[in-house]
């Protein structure tokens, strides 16, 4: 049983095969968090302690009994006004404008499986792969019940959380911040790893230590944004790739969210997951619940590499779905670095032709395809085919390209709408805009108001019309701005978005179900909705607008602490690269791009045959190493950030195969000789150079290192692929 139930000391134990977390429900009904961390035989309920501390405060139940104060308890799941001043799980406002929620236990349940969550991504189990925690609480007055539910992955290591609360009463509450997950650690010293950034520069590894005071990370753009990616590491000092303990919590949610994390006055640590709370405020009429997006968490005694593993393998079996999961994703060309907006039917298919020639195996048509859409400033909304641009009908484009042994996608913007297009001007109560203000605009584009379900309907069968149209294989999901002026006809503003949030999912889980076969890839503006939430409905995720192979490695390198490989959209594109306009050796760009779903970004009629004869050459590599890329364990051998040697790993799971792929970020004369050492391997097998035919010991690679070949130019890369001699 991975979850068991000590009904004396009302203790429950959730087991997984490394690791053990312990939670009871006091004297008093209040649910006290106990411990989480490296596995352990028997209850650990001896740690909690109880003090009188200056200026503390009891609940009544204790009546003169001081030392319980809630301020220096751990617990599940903090609510407001019960004397406990650190970070909140719940903050409510009830009827009489009161801000006090005190949930008390009232029964608990156990069930095979894992939880769903109506409406919302979450990690899914069969029910011989997980179980189910159920702890019901509710507040003796206002009857609001909160349940608090756990997951349980044992064979995984992977423990998720999320809450319910239901509006028990007969008048109106209002939820102005939720969590579905409080971390508390009761001693020690910690460091936050996050991973922040911007457009084109996502997901940079940031580390720092968890000090006294708040500090936080989250968004209030409606997405989860380029800026903080909700997903961080709480990690001991010292922690390292392949050493240290640290805690894993990722939220499986695409919008504004929040952590938070604090040392408290007596050195204890909290750490919350949640929505944002600011711009939230949610009316829950009498009988209504709220679900709150889930949390998912793991932790490793051994270091970031064996956490990142771990989400790795949940999210590609137990989160992403769909035919393209453990299979192959199709080799792809998009038009957009190729032309642009400036583009006819004949400009896709001659980029079709230039594919198939090459063993390019897809080639998407990216914006510009639609209504009166020649540049980003019009036609939003108008999901038309343009066949005067296109010089056809798009069944007989695709026809054409299918002919030629290519598969088509497309590119569609869904939530977005310009002023400048029939829909908006047909309906211009459905964008997000304030009545009695001009709206913000960016990129010149409001929002659509997703949260109401007339807008998604309309969206959805002008989307299936296109695609009906003829044998699309590939769908590219963009979304290119922030939310603003949040407000709607429809909705109490508070609501809007997370309602907005909650349908694109209705969406996204409408156009998969109706078409099984697409591969459905997500984009904002790059990586600036790439989360856990996303992978529910879509398997990869365009990483960034960045193509530059030296920014594209620290993005990736800060991506893979909790997004594996395959879900990461990464191609070849020209130089000088159209972000940076730097030039880095076609080799190097092929390597990087490797290490995600592999494509390219250019036009192929403008290349010298020298280059082109490398696309067929890279091609062919790729699909040699596919699978190990994509069911791999992945190690990062260095910090690209600290180093200038990028050096990264895939070892297959039966430990024969590995592919070494090292970049030189600098280059220097003289420079000094490199060493890098490999992990993951069997110690004492003997791994052959596939290419060169050396052989070298399993233990001496992972001790000693691989010697880094002298490499010269502009940001040069080796790749090296290693198998298990079975001499």
Not at 239 to 262: D, K, P, Q, R
Not at 409 to 424: K, R
Not at 635 to 641: D, E, G, S, V
Request: aromatic share 10%.
């Amino acid at each position: 049983m991975a979850i068991t139930f000590n009904a004396e000391k009302k203790l429950f134990s959730l087991e997984t095969r490394n690791t053990t977390y312990q939670l009871r429900i006091d004297q008093f009904g209040i649910v006290q968090h106990i411990y989480y961390g490296g596995k352990i035989y028997g209850d650990s309920d001896y740690i909690v302690r109880y003090a009188c501390r200056g200026f503390g405060a009891t609940i009544s139940d204790a009546g003169t009994w001081r030392d319980y104060e809630l301020d220096t308890i751990s617990r599940e799941y903090p609510t407001i006004g019960l004397g406990d001043f650190r970070a909140m799980g719940l903050i409510l406002q009830n009827a009489d404008g009161s801000r006090c929620v005190d949930p008390r236990y009232v029964s608990h349940s156990i069930s095979n499986g894992k939880y769903a969550l109506e409406g919302l991504p979450a990690i899914f189990a069969s029910e011989k792969n997980a179980q189910t925690l159920s702890v019901i609480t509710e507040d003796p007055v206002s009857h609001v019940q909160v349940e608090l539910l756990y997951g349980v992955l044992p064979d995984i290591d992977i423990i998720t959380r999320s809450v319910r609360i239901k509006n028990g009463g007969t008048e109106q509450v209002t939820l102005e911040k939720v969590a579905s997950a409080c971390l508390d650690l009761s001693y020690g010293a910690y460091d936050l790893l996050s991973f922040c950034g911007t457009n084109c520069r996502e997901r940079q590894l940031q580390r720092t230590p968890i000090g006294h005071g708040r500090q936080s990370i989250g968004s209030r753009r409606g997405s989860s944004s380029h800026q903080y990616n909700p997903a961080v590491i709480v990690a001991e000092k010292g922690a390292t790739e392949s050493a240290g303990g640290c805690y894993g919590m990722m939220f499986v949610y695409s919008g504004n969210f929040l952590l938070e994390a604090e040392k408290t006055q007596f050195e204890q640590t909290r750490v919350i997951m949640g929505i944002q709370p600011e711009c939230f405020q949610y009316p829950l009429a009498p009988g209504q619940v709220f679900t709150v997006p889930e949390t998912v968490m793991t932790y490793s005694e051994h270091g970031f590499a064996m956490l990142s593993q771990r989400y790795h393998y949940a999210i590609m079996h137990h989160l992403c779905r769909g035919k393209y999961v453990n299979a192959d994703r199709p080799v792809l060309l998009n038009s957009w670095e190729a032309a642009y907006f400036d583009f006819t039917g004949e400009t896709i298919y001659q980029l079709a032709v230039e594919a198939a020639e090459l063993g390019v195996e897809l080639v998407v048509m990216d914006d510009g395809w639609f209504g009166q859409r020649n540049d980003d400033n019009s036609g939003l909304g108008d999901w038309n085919v343009n066949e005067e641009k296109l010089g056809c009908t798009l069944g007989q484009l695709i026809e054409k390209i299918n002919a030629l042994g290519v598969k088509f996608g497309i590119w569609f913007e869904p939530e977005m709408i310009s002023e400048n297009s029939d829909l908006y001007r047909a309906h211009p109560d459905w964008a997000l805009k304030i009545p009695s203000r001009n709206p913000v605009r960016s990129r010149n584009q409001l929002l659509l108001d997703f949260s109401r379900k007339e807008v998604r309907d309309h969206i959805f069968e002008m989307m299936c019309k296109v695609l009906d149209q003829g044998n699309v294989e590939y769908v590219k999901w963009d979304m290119n701005r922030s939310m603003e002026d949040v407000w709607s006809t429809e909705r109490c503003a508070g609501a809007v978005a997370h309602e907005y949030i909650l349908g694109v999912y209705d969406l996204m889980e409408r156009l998969i179900t109706r078409y099984p076969n697409i591969l459905l890839e997500s984009c904002s503006g790059g990586g600036g909705r790439f989360d856990a939430g996303m992978l529910y409905y879509s398997p990869q995720i365009w990483c960034s607008d960045n193509t530059d192979a030296l920014d594209r490695i620290k993005i990736q390198h800060g991506t893979s602490f909790f997004y594996p490989v395959p879900s990461m959209g990464s191609h070849v594109s020209v130089c000088p690269n159209h972000q940076t306009w730097r030039n880095i050796k076609f080799n190097t760009r092929g390597i990087v791009a490797m290490s995600g779903t592999f494509g390219y970004e250019l036009n192929p009629a403008t290349l010298p045959p020298e280059i082109k004869a490398k696309i067929k050459d890279q091609i062919i590599q790729y699909k040699e190493c596919s699978k190990l890329i994509r069911e791999g364990r992945y190690y990062r051998l260095t910090n690209p950030h600290e180093s200038e040697l990028a050096a990264w790993e895939f070892v297959s799971p039966n430990q024969k195969e590995v592919l070494l792929n090292m970049v030189i970020q600098e280059v220097h004369g003289s420079r000094d000789l490199f060493y890098v050492k490999l992990r993951g391997l069997q110690q004492q097998g003997i791994y052959k150079d596939v290419v060169t035919g050396m052989t070298y010991n399993g233990a001496a690679l992972m001790k000693v290192g691989y010697p880094v070949p002298e490499m010269k130019g502009n940001v040069p890369a080796f790749q090296v692929r290693f198998k298990l001699s079975e001499e």
